[in-house]
């Protein structure tokens, strides 16, 4: 059975820093691996996919890796701002199944 | 393109009394599901389908949920009878086929009281 945690489950941070959140996953055998962010009471967006092919993603300050063989993959924030404050989520699939495997969650807060 | 639209928002009920959560994916998106947040809770997978089929209903509960796709219109997911611990935040999700990214609507927050 596919489990996924992520570490730290909560960090705080003063603007400016660049920061690493991390994702690990028990089965190896993913296909793809998604990040989201989510804000209070809102829903999910989504800011990176890695296709089981790939080994990184990048999207502005925001830089994801993946490591297939060790079940890892971590989510790089560069310059961090007070608007990147939310809860951070990864979530791997696996072919056959199509469904997301979502992680415990990172709740990020960055003080001005 | 408007992305993954659900509706209501919020959706109170009372105990007993139906749930009905619409979704319509993305367009040009054929593969739906459908997901739970449960207060203090992470998300978790409750149906896979695509249109006029169910792929995958192991995260349903077995009684009282029930979810569809039909040929026309949007996906709807329903819960007969409601019970308190069915309050949660309900996120109906799409994508175009099974191996790319998922989109993601704002979703549904049913409380039931």
């Known amino acids: 059975k596919q489990e996924v945690t992520q570490i730290p489950a909560a960090l705080s941070v003063p603007e400016g820093e660049n920061l690493v959140l991390n994702c690990s996953f028990t089965?190896?055998?993913?296909?793809?691996l998604q990040w989201f962010r989510q804000d209070p009471g809102k829903g999910l967006t989504s800011l990176l996919l890695i296709q089981s092919s790939q080994r990184e993603q990048t999207s502005g300050r925001l830089n994801a890796s993946l490591d297939k063989s060790s079940g890892r993959s971590t989510l790089y924030i560069a310059a961090s701002q007070p608007g990147d404050s939310a809860t951070y989520l990864c979530a791997v699939t696996r072919r056959a199944t199509n469904k997301l495997i979502f992680g415990t969650g990172t709740l990020l807060a960055v003080q001005p | 393109n408007a992305g993954v639209m659900q509706n209501p928002r919020h959706l109170v009920r009372r105990r007993g009394q139906e749930a009905r959560l619409r979704c319509s994916p993305m367009k040009g998106h054929s593969h739906v599901y459908w997901y739970r947040q449960l207060p203090e809770e992470g998300l978790k997978f409750m149906v896979y389908?695509?249109?006029?089929?169910?792929?995958?209903e192991s995260g349903m509960p077995k009684e009282r949920f029930s979810a569809e796709f039909p040929k026309e219109g949007p996906s709807i997911l329903r819960i007969q009878q409601v019970v308190r611990g069915d309050s949660a935040a309900y996120f109906c999700?799409?994508?175009?086929?099974?191996?790319?990214?998922?989109?993601f609507g704002s979703g549904t927050r049913l409380t039931v009281v």
């Open positions: 089965d190896s055998a993913i296909y793809n």
């Open positions: 999700a799409s994508s175009p086929s099974g191996d790319y990214g998922y989109t």
């Open positions: 389908l695509q249109k006029e089929n169910i792929i995958d």
